[in-house]
């Protein structure tokens, strides 16, 4: 082995923590200025407080302090201040960029913060939904309450969790990799799309705490979100946080779209695109034709709240019904949104877990996804079936919904039959995959039976129905999103994390979510209602699993954050990635990639330069070949 190139590597891995945290130490002298400056500052302000205890509260005699503890004060509010300060300053380069910059894999990397973190927030919702559910009115006693924690489940978990990570993290960090480019092509926007972000989260922070929250469900239907049952604030707040996270997202597809139609080399064809970015073209289409309904529906909602208008109101000769066909027409390419880059994830790690260069029928692969995406918006009438929705049409839109299944299947026979014949490595990303391929199978299965309309009508608004869409996300896009976490976590950092430990917590989460998820079944085909913190003693069994499932799973996300935390202090370092040299993200052979990739240094030089430098490390090599002979 080259030890050279080993130690080399290795220190390279050890910068990681401090790539992360730390700061460029360009301007020395103008950093070293500014600090001092500072100092001073926090020094007049030191002396200023040791000035105000001396002659404001010593002389009120009223607080018993000596001269010398009056010091003591002082003293020792200066060193906190420069403490303090110290930090503000030293820190200022590390403000600058991870706040001002837009590398796209800085921007990745707080995409991936960011949604983990409203991950856990989702999570602690679920908790408590969970322990409500664990004995009829057990906990919270509020109907209100507990309806605004599913709500804000919900929406956390689709807007701020799975779309941000997959989309915004994955995506990020690993389009520019796939495509060869440089950055994103607009990098800038690519900033301000992220920092919408955390304002789009903190204005539904505001709707959870405004008057008592929202409790209508994430599908905001009215009457419920109408001034009638919620005349407070709460929904004019849910409703401009998600007209922000939808601008973030059209911001998203532009950008992507031009990175992808534009940025690359003429070399690059289209057939050679990797899946996953394929797989995110499709879903940038759903996103670009979905969100602007979503957004039009929200802003006749927030006009019939606030200035009168009557578009969802029937005493104005308006139509409630109008909101939910409008709101599904987005709602149900929302869930592909969801589910087609974990797709592309999972076509990945299935390829490159069982060691073969290439998955099997790509090209039907891209083109089951593309009918997906179509069919995707002509279904959204199999939410309605209960609502007075006539005979023909629910005839059509079952049909459409039942015709969904044959890509779904495509693609996944088309993964089986990539796995056929390989050797399927025993890696935790395999686990995630297989375990993605069977529940998201288990979820689409349920799915067959919730499009026929007749059923439908008695498993409406039921705990089944609870069921299937967990199974498909919760099993399907997160289960895929572990994957491809645990695939692309070296590329990212350099580092590995533990090999036994996340197949134990892939094991831990198995028994859980299915603990929590199974039983459900059995509760909706037994009747029960979804969004009621109440049901019937003879339902307590089942909840009770679902309960203890629940917390199994919470235990495991303790287990993968220790995992984690253990991955970055260890610093187990990559060297030499199994992953076939048809994976173009892993090209660099450097881990974690160079912040600034190969494909960066070719761009920012001009070709003239290049040339020119071409010929001075050509003309090196041959002057030093002269001198060793
Ligand atoms: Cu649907």
Redesign the pocket.
């Known amino acids: 082995m080259n030890l050279k190139l080993f130690g080399k590597r290795i220190n390279r891995v050890k910068k990681i923590f401090f790539r992360l945290m730390s700061l460029n130490v360009n301007n020395t002298q103008n950093k070293i200025d500014f600090i001092y400056q500072i100092e001073q500052i926090v020094r007049f302000y030191a002396s200023f407080i040791e000035r105000f205890f001396k002659e404001v509260v010593f002389s009120t005699k009223k607080v018993f302090l000596s001269d010398s503890s009056v010091r003591v004060v002082g003293g020792f509010a200066e060193k906190l201040l420069l403490r303090v300060f110290n930090r503000v300053c030293l820190s200022y380069e590390w403000i600058v960029r991870w706040i001002g910059r837009a590398n796209h894999k800085d921007i990745g990397t707080l995409y991936f913060i960011f949604s983990f973190w409203a991950g856990l927030v989702g999570t602690g919702f679920r908790v408590i939904i969970r322990l409500e559910l664990s004995r009829p009115m057990r906990f919270l006693k509020d109907f209100q309450l507990y309806n605004v924690v599913v709500t804000t489940h919900g929406l956390v978990m689709i807007f701020f969790l799975v779309m941000p990570m997959i989309i915004g993290g994955f995506g990020n960090w690993l389009v520019p990799l796939m495509l060869a480019v440089p950055d994103m092509a607009f990098a800038r926007i690519n900033n301000l799309r992220f920092w919408v972000l955390p304002s789009s989260f903190t204005l539904m922070g505001f709707s959870l705490f405004s008057e008592g929250g929202f409790g209508g469900g994430w599908t905001l239907y009215p009457p419920l979100s109408r001034n009638i049952a919620h005349s407070g604030p709460a929904i004019d707040f849910l409703i401009l946080s998600l007209h922000l996270g939808g601008l973030s997202s059209i911001m998203a597809s532009l950008n992507f779209y031009r990175t992808w139609g534009n940025s690359r080399s003429g070399c690059h064809n289209f057939l050679r695109v990797p899946l996953f970015c394929r797989s995110l073209g499709v879903t940038r289409f759903l996103l670009l034709l979905a969100i602007p309904v979503l957004a039009g529906a929200l802003t006749m909602l927030l006009t019939d709240r606030n200035i009168n208008t009557s578009f969802f109101d029937p005493v104005g000769l308006g139509d409630s019904m109008l909101f939910v066909h409008l709101f ?1 027409f987005f ?2 390419p929302e ?1 592909y949104i969801l589910i087609l880059p974990a797709f592309g994830i999972i076509s990945h790690v299935i390829k490159v877990g069982v060691g073969k260069s290439r998955i099997f029928g790509k090209v039907a692969m891209f083109w089951a996804m593309c009918s997906i995406g179509v069919l ?1 918006f002509i ?2 009438g ?2 309605m079936f209960t609502m007075g929705i006539n005979v023909d049409s629910r005839a059509f839109f079952r049909t459409m ?1 039942i015709i969904i299944a044959i890509p779904t299947g495509v693609k996944v026979f088309r993964w089986l039959a990539t796995l056929w014949g390989g050797k399927i490595r025993r890696w935790p990303i395999m686990y995630w995959a297989l375990g993605f391929l069977v529940f998201f199978t288990v979820g689409g299965l349920t799915g067959i039976v919730l499009s026929r309309a007749s059923l439908d009508v008695i498993l409406h608004d039921t705990y089944y129905v609870t069921a299937h869409f967990h199974y498909v996300l919760r099993m399907g896009a997160v289960f895929g999103m572990f994957a491809g976490f645990h695939y692309w976590f070296p590329l990212f950092t350099g580092v590995g994390l533990h090999g036994v430990w996340r197949k134990a917590q892939f094991i831990s989460i198995f028994v859980g979510v299915n603990f929590t998820f199974f039983p459900q079944h059995f509760l909706g085909l037994g009747g029960m209602p979804r969004r009621y913190p109440i049901y019937r003693d003879n339902f307590f069994f089942f909840n009770y699993i679902s309960r203890w499932g629940s917390s199994v799973s919470l235990g495991s996300l303790c287990f993968f954050l220790w995992i984690m935390y253990e991955g970055m202090y260890s610093q187990r370092s990559l060297i030499f990635p199994l992953v076939p040299k048809t994976e173009v993200e892993w090209m660099y052979r450097v881990y974690p990639v160079p912040f600034h990739g190969l494909m960066q240094r070719c761009v920012s030089y001009q070709p003239s330069e290049l040339r020119k430098t071409m010929r001075e490390k050509l003309s090196y090599r041959v002057d030093s070949k002269n001198s060793l002979k």
């Open positions: 599904w709602g149900h869930v995707g279904v959204w199999h939410h919904t």
